[in-house]
């Protein structure tokens, strides 16, 4: 977030709504299907976070383009399942799996 602050008088809002996507929100995502299942009171951090952020861009065009953080983990969760239901894993995480 502190990225955002510094850079926004420099970036217009498609390049603040890039840097959030490539930066913060990567970073807010990382191992999601492994913790994506916890507690409300961590995602509710990070659904603050992302309203921050959204606060800082400010064409609501480009904030309507940005899926919710839930939407993207419940993706994400769904893509893993398909993976392994369908085989598409190296053997050795399938080892360590069963």
Known sequence: M???????PYFSD???STIYKSHTRSQMEYCSPVWGG????ALGLLDMIQSR??????????????????????VTALSLFQRY????WSDELHAIIL
């Not at 916890?38 to 009171?41: A, C, E, K």
């Not at 952020?53 to 419940?74: F, H, K, M, V, W």
Request: glycine share 12%.
């Open 2 to 8: 502190g990225l955002l602050y510094q850079t926004k």
């Open 14 to 16: 498609k390049q603040l």
């Open 38 to 41: 916890g507690g409300s009171v």
């Open 53 to 74: 952020a959204y606060g800082l861009i400010n064409s609501q065009l480009l904030r309507n383009q940005l899926p919710t953080l839930q939407l993207r983990r419940d």
């Open 85 to 88: 239901f369908y085989g598409h």
